[in-house]
């Protein structure tokens, strides 16, 4: 069962500070206590605006490893993909090792991109922090209602998704097993086009979101646009 927490913030700035302070309140406290960070983003307009403003330059970024929890399978490089979004944003201004920011290969193809990142993720135990976003449908990554979650205990880590029901159909997604490995996970929500998913997930109807599972739980940060009544 999932544990939830939810936090409301009166608007999307306040929320995106937060999430800043959150992440940043995250990566000290693994460095301290196990020497790196192990982070997990999401795309997405939400996740995008907190990762535009971590720039500090007291951050050890050294000890950062970052890893996409999907990716959308176009070309290297290409404007739609998540790890072209958030290098623009944010990962191509601060000094993170190259070798250390794990993408996905998704210009493979599905399948092969999935067969990759699973032997990626072999090396890595549980994250320190996973961000996620939520979709209008429910999906959170790349995982779609109707569609495998990987929510097993043998499920693989990343999950080659063929039939997504919004372009682009061919994707790659972390399975919400592995996304579920992970000492934090933090969904960042905002919006009125977020309100029907949202409430739906509050009465406890069936939706992607609902499958990432941590022993800790899950804290989702709202506005006051994507839900009145938290």
């Known amino acids: 069962m999932q544990i939830v927490r939810w936090r409301k913030f009166a608007d999307a700035g306040a929320l995106t500070q937060a999430a800043v302070d959150e992440i940043t309140r995250a990566a000290q406290a693994a460095i301290a206590a196990r020497g790196v960070f192990h982070l ?127 372009p682009p159909r061919e994707r790659v997604s972390m399975s919400a097993a592995r996304l579920s490995r992970a000492r934090q996970v933090l969904f960042l929500v905002t919006g009125r086009d977020k309100r029907a998913a949202l409430a739906a997930w509050r009465r406890g109807e069936e939706l992607p979101a609902r499958h990432i599972v941590p022993t800790g739980g899950v804290d989702v940060y709202v506005d006051g646009e994507a839900d009145a009544a938290v």
């Open 40 to 166: 997990v983003l999401a795309g997405g307009r939400t996740p995008l605006a907190a990762y535009s403003q971590l720039e500090a330059p007291e951050q050890d970024w050294g000890r950062w490893h970052i890893y996409f929890g999907d990716e959308r399978c176009y070309p290297a490089g290409h404007a739609q993909r998540n790890d072209a979004a958030i290098l623009a944003a944010w990962l191509d201004r601060v000094v993170i090792p190259t070798d250390q920011i794990h993408r996905i290969p998704a210009e493979l193809g599905a399948q092969q991109a999935a067969e990759q990142y699973i032997e990626v993720l072999k090396a890595v135990g549980d994250f320190d922090l996973v961000l996620l976003g939520l979709g209008e449908d429910g999906h959170t990554a790349s995982l779609f209602p109707g569609q495998p979650l990987g929510d097993t205990h043998d499920s693989p880590d990343a999950l080659a998704v063929h039939d997504a029901p919004k």
